[in-house]
């Protein structure tokens, strides 16, 4: 059974910075596509980064590139994300995702995602 738990996100002023985490069980993270994507409330999903399983290369939607990094922990089976330089337009909860499809489509083959974890930027 695919399970992904996402934690890390808090209340944080513009300009600062935060880990997401995500840790998967009943798979094997580094065989599978992982990405990132953000809901903020009457807004659509938008899919901000994912990492491939092969060579860890990695994609960023152009709203976060430059602010947002993503690994990814073997050891651990665990992904992050860290995302700075945080604006309030980032507010949203983020979920960590599985996919069937290649990164960067990985939104059309989301096979699994966790309940997310709220990114709240004001000050």
Known sequence: QVQLVESGGDLVQPGGSLRLSCVASGFTLDSYVIGWFRQAPGKE????????????????????????????????????????SLKPEDSAVYYCARSLRRCPSFMYGLDGWGKGTLVTVSG
């Not at 860890?56 to 993503?70: E, L």
């Not at 990814?72 to 994300?81: E, G, H, V, W």
């Open 45 to 84: 999903r938008e899919g901000i980064s994912c990492i491939r399983p092969s060579d860890g290369s990695t994609y960023y939607a152009d709203s976060v590139k430059g602010r947002f990094t993503i690994s990814r922990d073997n050891a651990k089976n665990t992904t992050y994300l860290q995302i700075s």
